[in-house]
T-cell receptor
Framework: DAGVIQSPRHEVTEMGQEVTLRCKPI?????LFWYRQTMMRGLELLIYFNNNVPIDDSGMPEDRFSAKMPNASFSTLKIQPSEPRDSAVYFCASSPGGGEVYGYTFGSGTRLTVV | AQSVTQLGSHVSVSEGALVLLRCNYS??????LFWYVQYPNQGLQLLLKYTTGATLVKGINGFEAEFKKSETSFHLTKPSAHMSDAAEYFCAAGGSSASKIIFGSGTRLSIRP
């Protein structure tokens, strides 16, 4: 089991550029979560999917952020245009049905720096 | 709404001393409870979890936690701290919403030589 795979591990981009973060969940897991972690705000849930369908996107900070899950093995989080305040570590996590019982498996994260 | 409170954003103990990280939850339904550990520059890793049954739960690296319903607590302990235990620890709770678990704000554990 390769775990949850995120790419890239590090991303440095200029303000105004589009950024795309990628996630491959564990095979067979049907829930996928995107989190953002900063020193100031801690761990924030941005959006989660069940069976590829977005269930709760209330944590998405603004319209510049969008997430998709075109199939069970792939999800993207896009920021367009990026701003310096988007600098953070973005984590993807997945769980089998009943994530509230089994817990989540997290990826290693993408460290985004917007300059 | 379900919430998780971790008392103390930073805990420092000496190597070999007892580790105690505190977590309280509020929930209107029986909770599922978790502790995660995050080492520097890594993702969160599940340390242990309570679902049903025995209230004392043992996890990896010698950690354990006890579910106390009367106190709505799920404190994490380790009898003897090791330098490698230095990390951020997150308590989390699920059960009030399908699929979703709520994380506490985290406690950074430092180990003094």
């Amino acid at each position: 089991d390769a775990g949850v795979i995120q790419s890239p591990r590090h991303e440095v981009t200029e303000m105004g550029q589009e950024v795309t973060l990628r996630c491959k969940p564990i095979s067979g897991h049907n829930s996928l979560f995107w989190y953002r972690q900063t020193m100031m705000r801690g761990l924030e849930l941005l959006i989660y999917f069940n069976n590829n369908v977005p269930i709760d996107d209330s944590g998405m900070p603004e319209d510049r952020f969008s997430a998709k899950m075109p199939n069970a093995s792939f999800s993207t989080l896009k920021i367009q245009p990026s701003e310096p305040r988007d600098s953070a570590v973005y984590f993807c996590a997945s769980s089998p049905g009943g994530g509230e019982v089994y817990g989540y498996t997290f990826g290693s994260g993408t460290r985004l720096t917007v300059v | 709404a379900q919430s998780v409170t971790q008392l103390g954003s930073h805990v420092s103990v000496s190597e070999g001393a007892l580790v105690l990280l505190r977590c309280n939850y509020s929930s209107s339904v029986p909770p599922y409870l978790f502790w995660y550990v995050q080492y520097p520059n890594q993702g969160l890793q599940l340390l242990l979890k309570y679902t049903t049954g025995a209230t004392l739960v043992k996890g990896i690296n010698g950690f354990e936690a006890e579910f106390k319903k009367s106190e709505t607590s799920f404190h994490l302990t380790k009898p003897s701290a090791h330098m490698s235990d230095a990390a951020e620890y997150f308590c989390a709770a699920g059960g009030s919403s399908a699929s979703k678990i709520i994380f506490g704000s985290g406690t950074r554990l430092s180990i003094r030589p």
